[in-house]
T-cell receptor
């Protein structure tokens, strides 16, 4: 079974609309990472969350980690075509020193002008 | 500029042939990783290495081999024993930040392998 569940799998929004992507685990998340990927390219690091209740923002993207450290959300405000791509959450569920991350299956975002 | 370079970007292989994917980083990172990405399955860890001359199997190591002779390089060989090698392969590296007990992965641009 997938240890990290992402929802929705895909999303189409009108430009200017807000949207939220969720990432859920049955295990404690010692480090939660959000990445963005354009088709056929590598992953671009967006943000990392570590503490329960932590929230970080960069430009119009805000990521939160819940108090139990089992769920994270990525919120985009006033979406733009440049936000289109696949968003993946990655997490360290072992809490050890290897930094082995597991990843969700991704959320494909399309933004219609 | 510092970063991770993967080559080739596209590779075609006949069944029964071994192929080696290159991954080079100039970020001075200790740890390096190979992931495989398939549609609908996200990224799965093949092998990882925390220091030179040492590497560990990930979740799907069967049919793959790696070496870590230099800190900068972590090549991946896809052998003929890999049953379904057609995929997008991503190399990553990280620096360990002991004070934070974690460190983000930096990814290369990927290599797409197609078996004909």
């Amino acid at each position: 079974s997938q240890e990290l569940e992402q929802s929705p799998q895909s999303l189409i929004v009108q430009e200017g609309k807000n949207l939220t992507i969720n990432c859920t685990s049955s295990k404690t998340l010692y480090g939660l990472y959000w990445y963005k990927q354009k088709y056929g390219e590598g992953l671009i690091f967006l943000m990392m969350l570590q503490k329960g209740g932590e929230e970080k923002s960069h430009e119009k993207i805000t990521a939160k980690l819940d108090e139990k450290k089992q769920q994270s959300s990525l919120h985009i405000t006033a979406s733009q075509p440049s936000h289109a791509g696949t968003y993946l959450c990655g997490a360290d569920t072992a809490g050890g020193a290897t930094n082995k991350l597991i990843f969700g299956t991704g959320t494909l975002l399309a933004v219609q002008p | 500029d510092g970063g991770i370079t993967q080559s080739p970007k596209y590779l075609f292989r006949k069944e029964g042939q071994n192929v080696t994917l290159s991954c080079e980083q100039n970020l001075n990172h200790d740890a390096m990783y190979w992931y495989r990405q398939d549609p609908g399955q996200g990224l799965r860890l093949i092998y990882y290495s925390q220091i030179v001359n040492d590497f560990q199997k990930g979740d799907i190591a069967e049919g793959y081999s790696v070496s870590r002779e230099k800190k900068e390089s972590f090549p991946l060989t896809v052998t003929s024993a890999q049953k379904n090698p057609t995929a997008f392969y991503l190399c990553a590296s990280s620096i360990w930040k002991p004070e934070a007990n974690t460190g983000e992965l930096f990814f290369g641009e990927g290599s797409r392998l197609t078996v004909l």
